[in-house]
């Protein structure tokens, strides 16, 4: 079996940072994403999710290395300021590197 390096990074944000999300992400060169609603508790205390507004989000995707470090460094710089906000990424490998 022939595997590629790829990175997923995981963002998990209030989502109201969903719209600012998906555009850095396209900007970045993303192609595709997966994204759900989450429940957790944080430095910002509990977040459930019974008001929509106030739910927090996670989305997954996966890119190139270098993709996902320009990604990262976008967040960082230019969302983290303004949402409650957590990203990391974790190092993979795919079967079918052309779908990324």
């Given at each position: 079996m022939n595997t590629h390096p790829m990175k997923r990074v995981t963002v998990i944000c209030e989502a109201l940072a969903r719209e600012p999300v998906l555009r850095l992400l396209t900007e970045v060169g993303g192609h595709g994403w997966t994204l759900w609603e989450v429940e957790g508790s944080g430095s910002w205390g509990m977040r459930t999710g019974d008001i929509p507004e106030f739910a927090?989000?996670?989305?997954?995707?996966?890119?190139?290395?270098?993709?996902?470090d320009t990604l990262l460094g976008r967040l960082?710089?230019?969302?983290f300021p303004k949402f409650a906000m957590v990203a990391y990424e974790t190092e993979i490998r795919v079967l079918r590197p052309a779908k990324f």
């Open positions: 927090n989000i996670q989305v997954e995707m996966i890119l190139p290395p270098a993709g996902a960082s710089a230019e969302l």
